[in-house]
């Protein structure tokens, strides 16, 4: 479970996220959805405490990302623009990150086989497509099998048998009864991967719609209403 209640932030005098009050529930996949520039990453950051706001908290299970304990078992995610050491192969990458966190070495062919990387695992990153490098991404937030997944526009880049994928990825991952958030600025993307869809625009939130055939009209109504 995600909480977030009456999030701000500003940069100078730009107003990233305004009051931003929402709950993500586990069992589901929810969208984050927005235009470029509406809040969403900011608003990720700040449930990954990586950006602190300037009121209202963003809990995980209750508590902060900051006050977690071994939080990489928690939480795990996928950031925009992950960068990877292209010298290094995929597995020695997620090597890495388990010596790092002090998980076992073992989750390394575990997430590679569960993203399905498995083939490409002994290669080095720089040679990798830009799917494979969400797939590598998408690997290393899943190594401490935390039950919260916390993905920012996942799906760029991604060709339509990758959305594919990973639409399915994210519905079996969540119907074993953990928490997914994946935002995006792309409302067709969002409507094949998600349950329920968070709109925001300006920082605020301005509806909660269910993914289904009336998610576009109802997306860019609540949008166009929201200026
Ligand atoms: N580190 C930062 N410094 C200054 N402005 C920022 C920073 N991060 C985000 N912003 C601004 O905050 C607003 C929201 O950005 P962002 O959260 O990235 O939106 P989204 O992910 O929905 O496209 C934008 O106007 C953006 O330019
Ligand atoms: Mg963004």
């Known amino acids: 479970m995600i909480s977030v209640t009456a999030l701000s932030k500003s940069f100078g005098s730009v107003r990233a996220v ?13 969208g984050f959805l927005g235009p470029n520039g509406a809040g969403k ?3 990720l950051r700040m449930i990954l405490g990586l950006v602190r706001p300037d009121a209202g908290t963003a809990l995980i299970g209750g508590t902060r990302y900051t006050d977690l304990e ?26 890495t990150l388990c010596l790092a966190a002090g998980i076992p070495d073992r989750r390394v062919g575990e997430v590679l086989t ?3 990387l498995l083939a490409a695992a002994d290669r080095r990153v720089g040679g990798y497509s830009l799917g494979m490098r969400q797939r590598l991404a998408l690997a290393s937030a899943l190594l401490g099998d ?3 997944l916390v993905l920012d526009e996942p799906a760029n ?12 990825y994210l519905r079996a991952h969540a119907t074993t009864g953990r928490t997914v ?12 991967m998600a349950d329920d869809v968070l709109v925001v625009s ?4 301005v509806a909660e719609l269910p993914a289904g055939p009336d998610l576009e009209d109802e997306y860019l109504t609540a949008i166009r209403s929201s200026r």
């Open 18 to 30: 305004h009051d931003l009050t929402f709950e993500v529930a586990p069992g589901t996949v929810t």
């Open 41 to 43: 990453t900011t608003t």
């Open 70 to 95: 071994s939080p990489v078992t928690k939480v795990g995610a996928v950031l925009e623009s992950t960068a990877f050491h292209p010298g290094r192969t995929g597995r020695l990458h997620l090597e």
């Open 114 to 116: 569960e993203v399905d």
């Open 146 to 148: 935390p039950a919260v």
């Open 157 to 168: 880049g991604l060709d339509p048998e990758g959305i594919h994928w990973l639409r399915g």
């Open 181 to 192: 958030l994946v935002s995006s600025h792309t409302l067709t993307e969002l409507s094949l």
């Open 202 to 205: 300006e920082g605020r939130l």
